[in-house]
T-cell receptor, first 115, second 117 residues
């Protein structure tokens, strides 16, 4: 079974530029998550999708971050415009459902450096 | 208050020895799940082991076992026969309740484990 796929793996941009990340979850996983992980910290949930609907985006900085999962499968996360503090690893995860026993499986992440 | 506490920022262990990584949690919800993840320097978050609050037995997965002490609210990860490839950050996480599908995973700050040859 293929795991969670993410691209690109690395991205370097200048502040005020735009960037987009792509995620393809494990086949059949209805729930998809985007996390931001700043160096030395645990992951912070940005947004959670159930199929193509948003169930939690309370920690998404909506003035600059957007995410979509139009067909309920793959998803894109966009930052526009980027700030220096957006430098982090962006992790995508998926699970069969959203209950407490449902394990989240993560992709390899995208390392973003904003200069 | 911290919901997940990992008190060991860094740990060292000799290859082939066992090591215990501590995790304590705080919840008033009777239903919850506890997870351990490994994050090597490559950045990927790798699922290791899961323990449900109603599980009667401690979870085990190969060299990983979870020492679940419900009354003390601790869920320590035990790695037996450490290998060099076990060097990584280890995160403890908790998810509360069955109500709805939008309960977040709550993460600890992690423990950095270094395995010495």
């Amino acid at each position: 079974e293929a795991g969670v796929a993410q691209s690109p793996r690395y991205k370097i941009i200048e502040k005020r530029q735009s960037v987009a990340f792509w995620c393809n979850p494990i086949s059949g996983h209805a729930t998809l998550y985007w996390y931001q992980q700043i160096l030395g910290q645990g992951p912070k949930l940005l947004i959670q999708f159930q199929n193509n609907g948003v169930v939690d985006d309370s920690q998404l900085p909506k003035d600059r971050f957007s995410a979509e999962r139009l067909k309920g499968v793959d998803s894109t996360l966009k930052i526009q415009p980027a700030k220096l503090e957006d430098s982090a690893v962006y992790l995508c995860a998926s699970s069969l459902g959203g209950g407490p026993a449902k394990t989240q499986y993560f992709g390899p992440g995208t390392r973003l450096l904003v200069l | 208050a911290q919901k997940i506490t990992q008190t060991q920022p860094g740990m060292f262990v000799q290859e082939k020895e066992a090591v215990t990584l501590d995790c304590t949690y705080d919840t008033s919800d009777p239903s919850y799940g506890l997870f351990w993840y490994k994050q090597p320097s490559s950045g990927e978050m790798i699922f290791l082991i899961y323990q449900g609050s109603y599980d009667q037995q401690n979870a085990t997965e190969g060299r990983y076992s979870l020492n679940f002490q419900k009354a003390r609210k601790s869920a320590n990860l035990v790695i037996s026969a450490s290998q060099l490839g076990d060097s990584a950050m280890y995160f403890c996480a908790m998810r509360e309740g069955y109500a709805g599908n939008n309960r977040k995973l709550i993460w600890g700050l992690g423990t950095s484990l270094a395995v010495n040859p």
